[in-house]
């Protein structure tokens, strides 16, 4: 299909040259090279070192840094002190004192003088008069200007003896002049000062070394042993002999005896399975068995419930672990009737109920804390005292 048009002609040269300007020619920013002479010295040429490795270069900065140079000035900032360390603890002393009122110091006073002894008060006070300045009432003497009647005169020259003579005596040596120098105060010389007596109360008594003593052996049979051990290795401290008894011999006594026609519950003793020990059982028994102690009746074995009461409330853990493995074997046999006669059963509960045995286990295995061994037993004496029937006391 043709498509009827007209043909022109468009001419791009025009166009270009009339929209965009022209640009300058490129030679017009290009000067001429010229060579100019230079005023450093030539520099030789550095060589690279043989070994292969760089040279060590020195990386210090010209300049330090400015942390360095705050530390400089805060250093340099504060003004020296050239007072000694004496010198500044008198001046803050002496202007705390001025500061102060007269009943303040008056006060101060009173304190120090209670609580310092005597003689460490008499010491500061003379350190304290040797440390005062002493006072110059009169001038120094100036050096007075030297005249020519001070200047020594000049010592004639021996005349040489002619050979032949006798030479005279050694001479004497030449006399100290007699006169007195001038008084120099010395303050070791000077007189203690006067203090009021009333100030420092005399000691009542005073302690003086004790010449050694004949090493004499001592005898522990002797009946005087305790105190001849006493004027021996203490002589100087005092004696109470009550806290030396449990070292002496026990004597005979007749507390839980066999001859005794009646006892009471509370003295009754018991081994650790928790049976009643006879008085003649209990005097038999050797002392390897452990149920010997300083108590009432050291003589007879056995725990009576009141002394273990005690002990199931000690600090010691291994006394209140015993204690209590007794308690529960003994509350254990109480409720089971193992202790036949009635009278002695209604006994042993008014014991237990007056030592607070039950109440005592159940607060020890309901801690919080505390030794574990402790609680394991008084939960296992509850545990026996349940299994026993867990009666309270039946007397009426």
């Keep these: 299909m043709n498509i009827p048009g007209e043909k022109f002609e468009l001419d791009f040269d025009d166009l270009q040259d009339d929209s965009c300007p022209h640009a300058p020619p490129p030679m017009n920013f290009v000067s001429d090279i010229v060579e100019k002479t230079s005023n450093t010295a030539p520099v030789a040429p550095v060589f690279t070192p043989s070994s292969g490795f760089p040279s060590h270069k020195k990386r210090i900065p010209k300049n330090p840094s400015r942390f360095k140079q705050r530390a400089q000035a805060a250093t340099q900032a504060p003004q020296e002190d050239n007072r000694t360390d004496k010198q500044r603890i008198s001046d803050d002393n002496a202007a705390r004192v001025a500061a102060m009122s007269p009943e303040q110091i008056e006060e101060e006073r009173n304190e120090l003088l209670s609580k310092l002894s005597p003689n460490l008060i008499e010491k500061l006070l ?16 100036q050096p007075s200007a030297p005249t ?20 005279d005596a050694i001479p004497k040596p030449p006399q100290k002049s007699n006169q007195k120098k001038d008084p120099v105060h010395d303050i070791d010389d000077a007189a203690p000062p006067i203090y009021d007596p009333a100030l420092f109360p005399s000691a009542d008594k005073y302690h003086f070394p004790v010449p050694p003593q004949p090493d004499a052996e001592l005898d522990p049979s002797s009946p005087d042993f305790q105190q001849s051990l006493h004027q021996k290795y203490f002589p100087d401290l005092p004696s109470d002999p009550s806290k030396l008894a449990w070292m002496a011999p026990v004597k005979e006594d007749f507390d839980y005896h066999p001859d005794q026609e009646d006892l009471l519950p509370s003295a009754l003793r018991f081994d650790f399975r928790g ?36 002990l199931a409330r000690s600090t010691f853990p291994t006394q209140r672990c015993m204690a209590m493995q007794v308690l529960g074997r003994i509350l254990y046999r109480l409720g089971m009737g193992s202790y036949k006669v009635q009278e002695i059963t209604n006994g042993l509960w008014r014991c237990v109920e007056e030592g607070r045995v039950v109440e005592g286990l159940e607060e020890a295995a309901a801690a919080k804390g505390g030794h574990m061994s402790v609680k394991a037993y008084a939960t296992e004496a509850l545990w026996l005292w349940q299994k026993g029937g867990g009666k309270r006391m039946q007397a009426q």
Excluded: F, M, Q, W
């Excluded at 003379?126 to 003497?141: F, G, Y």
């Design 148 to 167: 020519v009647e001070d200047d020594p005169a000049p010592e004639p020259k021996p005349i040489p003896r002619p050979v032949g003579e006798r030479p």
């Design 275 to 310: 049976e009643i020990l006879p008085p003649r059982k209990a005097r038999e028994l050797p002392t390897h068995l452990g149920l010997h102690h300083h108590a009432e009746a050291p003589n007879a074995a056995g725990y009576t419930i009141p002394e273990l009461a005690r």
């Design 126 to 141: 003379k350190r304290a008069t040797l440390d005062d300045p002493i006072p110059s009432s009169t001038p120094k003497p």
